[in-house]
């Protein structure tokens, strides 16, 4: 049920990046439910790699390279699902950025994170 649940604020926070990004587009609903559940594989499979992978960067740059690996993965996601199109860089690092606040916000309204 909670990955129901941080799929769902997901989905929510991609649609909220069509509504207010330019350059993020999403086909379908269908699309959307499938980008959700493709970036939560992506950001527990992928990520955790590409972290350790740029840590040198990332520690010469004082985290702000993290930046850009979220970006990444979030293009990725975009590379990998038919239907769900990101224009560039910008777009998907503003987008990135967007859907990890939705998921912050939305994680603390869920049951058992007192």
Not at 9 to 22: D, E
Not at 35 to 63: E, H, K, Y
Not at 64 to 82: C, I
Not at 92 to 98: C, D, T
């Amino acid at each position: 049920m909670r990955f129901l649940l941080r799929v769902a604020i997901a989905a929510f926070g991609l649609w909220l990046c069509t509504q207010v990004v330019p350059g993020i587009r999403i086909d379908g609903a269908g699309t959307l439910a499938g980008a959700a559940l493709l970036l939560g594989i992506v950001n527990a499979i992928v990520r955790p790699v590409l972290v350790v992978l740029t840590l040198p960067i990332t520690i010469l740059t004082l985290g702000l390279f993290l930046l850009v690996v979220n970006a990444a993965t979030f293009g990725l996601v975009a590379w990998l699902l038919d239907g769900f199109h990101i224009a560039g860089f910008l777009p998907a690092l503003l987008g990135s950025l967007l859907v990890g606040f939705t998921g912050w916000i939305g994680s603390c309204w869920l049951p058992g994170n007192e």
